[in-house]
């Protein structure tokens, strides 16, 4: 035990504690998909500005006014800093179980009140858990064995995983609907990965994926309506509803690329200019396992090198490509040392806070002006490569189940912090209320939103406005830049 503690004295709620993760993982509970709930449109925070206490939700928002009603979904959510109610002892025994979570009452947020049993002080405001310990390849030292995580931190965590995971769900439901037509590459399973990698970079350093894009989309900034109207080709889509589920883009994130293995080269050109421009940003640059086979990543690897660029190289290796495992298609399986030359880190990348760390790690390495910095993080995909894949022909049900079962990104979120107080089973379920409904509300404007008008078809392709027609194209193919 790091702290020198038994295990009961460190699982006790003190105001900070540790946590070896060995013991968490013998208590993992799978979270169950339930049935999304009537709308309402939540704050999309951005993963480096946790909102203040009092912002994190309306009902936490109307604790302090109003304290006199029982809505069971509400009740023991603490109220903002400087309320007046004072501790409530009798804090509630932690427990949590799949039922629990189906027999979830209909949402009644709007104007909820709230009874708050526990304040503010009642919670743990942070502790620090030990983090499995990273594979290293040239380098001599690697990320903390311990991270610490604030309690803020943890409920933005938690939200926004949810977030993508019913977002991706739901895309599910539609596409077997008809209601999304098209390729479709889902990441539910793999969550930790994005919301650890933004809890390691800023909002101004810049990112490029492959097709699974979805929930960089949502982590960049995009919204759970912009991301689902796009999915189904609308004109509030991020893309305007020409993009599709691989093509969405925001500040500083650039797709949502459907060629396996391009974007790495893309990605190393906006190293370079961030190198140019002096302006100490990095690109983190990702691709997959069967992407890490491709001969342009290899040439990428060395001109970012010699060039020094400051250039994170991720490999998502979620354990197959397109219907094949990493063992049938990969001559090494130790992608983290693919780079040769680069630096490299094989990372828990079920762990928010492993993937958190090692990001902060490789961030500093980049910084530091030391050149790029490959790390791989070990996940695991639940969905089939897309939508017309079902999965389950080239690896078991049994498979998937066991790594829902045991290492859930979302679950060892929150069995962390209910282990450690850091947050209530309520308040948790609250915020899944709320993320249920924003994806029902996003599902909902996916479906009514109209599709772009046919004389859009050819705009917003050039950043500028070039004089320049197509002949014998239909009349309205005139190619337009609106930028
Ligand atoms: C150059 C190229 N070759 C083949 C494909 C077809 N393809 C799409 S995804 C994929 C597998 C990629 O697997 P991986 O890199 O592990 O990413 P994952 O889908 O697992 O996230 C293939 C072969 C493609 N899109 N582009
Ligand atoms: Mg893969």
Known sequence: MASGLSALEELSLGPSVTVRTSELEKTFIPIKDVPPSPALITANWPI?????????????????????????????????????????????????????????????????RVVSARTYADFTP?????????????????????????????????????????????????YKQKIIRGFCHLYDGQEACAVGIEGG?????????????HGYTLTRGGTVREIMAE??????????????????????????????????????????????QGNNELCVCLYGDGAANQGQIFETYNMAS??????????????????????????????????DFIPGLRVDGMDVLCVREAT??????????????????????????????????????????????????????KDRM????????????EIDVEVRKEIEDGAQFSTTDPEPPLDDLCNHIFFNDPPMEVRGTNPWTKLKSVS
């Open 306 to 339: 010699l060039w020094k660029l400051p250039c994170i190289f991720i490999c998502e290796n979620n354990k197959y490509g397109m219907g094949t495992s990493v063992e049938r298609a990969s001559a090494s399986t130790d992608y983290y040392k693919r780079g």
């Open 418 to 429: 209910l282990s450690n107080n850091m947050a209530s089973v309520e308040e948790l379920k």
């Open 360 to 413: 902060k790690f490789a961030a500093e390495h980049c910084r530091s002006g030391k050149g790029p910095i490959l790390m791989e993080l070990q996940t695991y995909r639940y969905h089939g490569h897309s939508m017309s894949d079902p999965g389950v022909s080239y690896r078991t049900r049994e498979e998937i189940q066991e790594v829902r079962s045991k290492s859930d990104p979302i679950s060892m979120l």
């Open 231 to 276: 999915l189904t080709g609308r004109r509030g889509g991020i893309a305007k509803g020409k993009g599709g589920s691989m093509h969405m883009y925001t500040k500083h994130f650039y797709g949502g690329n459907g060629i396996v293995g391009a974007q790495v080269p893309l990605g190393a050109g906006v190293a370079l200019a961030c190198k140019y």
């Open 126 to 174: 942070q502790a620090t858990f030990d983090i499995k310990k990273c594979d290293l390849h040239k380098l001599e030292e690697g990320p903390p064995l311990q991270a610490t995580l604030t309690r803020e931190e943890g409920l933005q965590y938690y939200r926004t995983m949810q977030t993508i995971r019913r977002m991706e769900l739901k895309a599910d439901q539609l």
């Open 48 to 112: 480096n500005q946790v909102p203040h206490e009092a912002q994190l939700t309306p009902a936490v928002a109307n604790s302090s006014s109003d304290v006199t009603s029982t809505d069971p979904l509400t009740s023991n959510c603490p109220p903002p800093p400087g309320s007046l109610q004072g501790p409530d002892n009798s804090f509630p025994e932690i427990t949590h179980s799949l039922a629990e979570e189906t027999a979830l009452p209909e949402p009644q947020l709007a104007g909820a």
């Open 201 to 213: 970079i800023n909002l101004t350093d810049h990112l490029i994926t492959a097709y699974r894009a």
